[in-house]
């Protein structure tokens, strides 16, 4: 089977599937060769009517650029013009097409990680709340103890001063008896 879809053998045409499409413009010839696919290839894929998209893809092409993605995700110049050749797209139109899946691959993998920075600094953020109330609970314990220390320590003087005191007055009475 020919790139084009020519079945050799002079019967009718049929599809080549995308893996083989991908492997052969590539230039990775190991792969084992497929006989069908079950795609709807001439189906386009819907496309959201509120964004305008120049150019469209057929499913068959997007299924051939993605398995050449899979092979390989930055082809050479020479890998685009086969893949654009056996799909009849524009070499540019091959190269944009793996820049944007570039690029949404790195959109992606950095959204997760969005939303797991999200994620920690939400638990930091609670764990910071914490740990001010605590902070507040410590300092309304350590005036109630100050408080306390001051009163002990101002009995402390005024027991010392009677004690004082005292020893003044036994002084005095055996001195008199």
Not at 28 to 45: Q, R
Not at 52 to 60: D, E, F, Q
Not at 73 to 102: C, M, V, Y
Request: hydrophobic share 35%; glycine share 4%.
């Amino acid at each position: 089977m020919s790139i084009d879809g020519v079945d050799g053998r002079g019967g009718e045409a049929v599809m080549a599937s995308p893996v083989e499409v991908a492997s052969t413009a590539l230039g990775l010839e190991g792969l084992p060769k497929l006989h069908a696919t079950n795609a709807e290839n001439d189906a386009v894929l819907p496309v959201d009517k509120k964004i305008s998209a120049p150019n469209r893809y057929t499913k068959y092409q997007v299924a051939v650029l993605s398995a050449a993605y899979k092979m390989c995700t930055k082809p050479s110049r020479s890998q685009h013009k086969r893949l654009s050749d056996a799909l009849g797209l524009t070499e540019r139109q091959s190269k944009i097409w793996f820049q944007n899946k570039r690029q949404r691959q790195r959109n992606a993998i950095s959204m997760s990680q969005n939303d797991t920075l999200k994620e920690e600094i939400s638990e930091m953020v609670e764990s910071l709340q914490d740990a001010k109330y605590r902070s507040n609970i410590l300092e309304i314990e350590n005036q109630g103890l100050n408080s306390d220390l001051k009163r002990k320590a101002a009995q402390l003087e005024e027991l010392e001063k009677l004690q004082c005191l005292l020893f003044e007055v036994k002084r005095t009475c055996v001195v008199t008896a």
